[in-house]
């Protein structure tokens, strides 16, 4: 989420509108249900189709449960999206596309912090490639123009930056490259706010970077490592189709999934392991 409103951000300041907005699914220190939430569980959304809903300050969902999205609406007054994976990509994609219209916007930004999204799927830090699998893959049926962006090479302790830049260069050598971004000093203090509010690890560790900090360091209760680099500081800019067709072989995987449980069970099959996995396994513990 907080990547998203970077993102937002150096739009608005070219002179563009944006809305920002991210997924129903939270990390399970902060939501111990498995899994994303439907749009069903939400309190406090208006929902505006079978997968997105505007959330306010007051959206929740079971137990009570604040979104990184309620939070950053709290605090910029603005609305602020919830997308809901479980449906197909397919469907997906086209609610988003129908979101974007609704909202006034003309062109859709799929941003991922870390890079995992290009994933190769046998990376040995790879944990968390399903959700972003389902979202790059819903590209292909949302008919407005669609970024795919990277922010944060590394950030997120999964693949290194040596990784996410080996995969950045094959999406450019299938004519994938639509360019690179970066804070400006300004956004990056006023990013420091939102870091603040907004619960984040991987996105903090980006803004580190983008303010000049490099070596190394640990997230999620020292159980993951990142090296901070100025690749970590980066928007890089690719095509949806380009990433597909190369290094971002899982989100391909599941382009006719015609569900989250279903795009798991494709990944499972591969030899892959997800964030759902994770957290049915830590129920089930």
Known sequence: MVGAHACAEIARDMGLG??????????????????PRTLAELRGA???????AVA???????????FAESRLAELTGEDVLLVDPHPSPATVGGSLAA???ELG?????????????????????????LADAVLLAASATADLPVTLAVWGAGCDGELTPAEVS??????????????????????????ERVVEAVPTEASAMALRCARGATGATTIRRGRRQVELTPLGGLFFLLDCEAAMRSAARLAEAVRDARGLREANAILTRMGVSTELDYELGLVAR
């Open 18 to 35: 944006a809305v920002a907005g991210g997924l129903t699914w939270e990390r399970s220190v902060i939501d111990p249900l498995p899994g």
């Open 105 to 129: 916007c003309d062109h859709l930004v799929l941003l991922d912090v870390g890079g995992d999204v290009l994933g190769h799927g046998d990376e040995p830090g790879l944990s968390s490639p």
């Open 166 to 191: 080996e995969r950045i260069s094959e999406v450019w050598a299938a004519g994938g490259s639509l360019g690179t971004l970066a804070l400006t000093g300004e956004q990056a203090e006023r990013l």
């Open 46 to 52: 208006r929902i505006l189709n079978e997968a997105v």
């Open 99 to 101: 979101a974007a219209r």
């Open 56 to 66: 306010g300050p007051q959206t929740t969902g079971p137990n009570g449960v604040r």
